[in-house]
């Protein structure tokens, strides 16, 4: 018999007071920055899930094509009876990674959406028979507590989310996911890897303008949320690649000297002629640098596959 479950770690009202404490924090400080997290109500969701099949995004295409062919390898590797999937989403990737798990007893999708969770969670009860689906509906960059569940465990991390972390948030991350882990436990990590300029830049710059949509979204939230008197015309898209950190950064760039006020918050927002607004950091990664930073975390890469192409790969690590 399958079992579904749902646990709430996430008060009911920790997103609106989330999102009042970034907005008031990266507001008001120089240079102006948002969180990527905010990018992703339902319109934002969508709009990414349209970038993942434009021809410049190849990333998902890419560790798509991984998942595909290492999926029994990484099974074989890691014989989890757990899978615990860090922000899953509604994730189709999964599938590969589920379906390879033959011996898999329970499957414990973590995200923020409770929505996703339950839809993805009563699809995979119906194609699974007997396995067991706990969706903890929390924020995985707080600490986790994960149910109790037979180990060993696997706790993947996909589509490349990791290069939305600083470093340093990196590095509590990847220390509270050691936390979690015992001996014989593994981390499936997705990520980016650093490339060419132009193909970066391409990825998060598409012709036909839908990451340019998906970044003014977060101006929509605002308005919505907060009742912010923003106008998305006001602003541009603006992808760069900053090669000292090795990330990609979205950007939305003031088209003239203008005031956002956000109501809710009381808070009027000046911005100077081209001034621009961090939304996002994408890290792109190379071998030997999240080696060394799994390492610092407690934990050894044991795995390493990538697309034929070698734009991004999947790590193994493990305690
Ligand atoms: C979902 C964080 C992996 O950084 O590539 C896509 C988000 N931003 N296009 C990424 C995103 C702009 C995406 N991640």
Redesign the pocket.
């Known amino acids: 018999m399958s079992t579904l479950k749902l646990t709430r770690t996430l008060p009911e009202d920790a997103t609106d007071a989330d999102l009042r404490a970034d907005v008031l924090h990266g507001l008001t400080t120089t240079p102006k920055t948002l969180p990527?997290k905010w990018?992703y109500d339902a319109r934002g969701s969508e709009l990414?899930e349209e970038?993942t099949r434009l021809p410049e995004?190849y990333?998902t295409r890419a560790e798509r094509e991984i998942l595909h062919s290492r999926a029994p390898e990484i099974a074989a590797a890691t014989q989890a009876r757990t899978l615990v999937e860090l922000g899953s989403g509604s994730s189709e990737k999964t599938r590969l990674l589920l379906d390879a798990l033959t011996g898999l007893h329970t499957y414990v999708p973590v995200d923020v959406s409770e929505s996703a969770l339950y839809g993805a969670g009563h699809a995979l009860l119906a194609e699974r028979p007997g396995l067991h689906v706990h969706a903890l509906i929390a924020d995985f960059t707080r600490g986790l507590t994960l149910p109790d569940a037979p180990g060993p465990r696997l706790v993947a991390f996909l589509?490349?989310?990791i290069?939305?972390l600083l470093p340093e948030e990196r590095a509590v991350f990847l220390r509270s996911v050691r936390a979690l882990m015992s001996p014989g436990d593994a981390l499936l990590l997705g990520a980016?890897l650093v490339k060419e300029e132009s193909v970066l830049v391409r990825?998060?710059d598409d012709a036909a303008g839908v990451?340019a949509a998906?970044?003014k979204n977060v101006l929509a939230v605002l308005a919505r949320e907060l009742d912010a008197d923003v106008d998305p015309d006001d602003f541009d898209h603006v992808a760069l690649w900053d090669p000292g950190n090795e990330w990609?950064e979205?950007r939305l760039r003031a088209r003239s000297a203008l005031t956002v006020k956000i109501r809710e918050l009381d808070l009027a927002v000046p911005f100077e002629e081209g001034e621009e607004l961090r939304t996002?950091v994408?890290a792109k990664f190379r071998r030997e640098g999240l080696g060394a930073e799994l390492e610092a975390a407690g934990l050894e890469l044991t795995g390493w596959w990538t697309d034929a192409a070698e734009r991004f790969s999947l790590s193994l690590a493990t305690v």
């Open positions: 990527p990018f990414f970038i995004y990333p589509g490349g989310t290069g939305n980016d990825a998060y990451t998906f970044n990609i979205m996002e994408s």
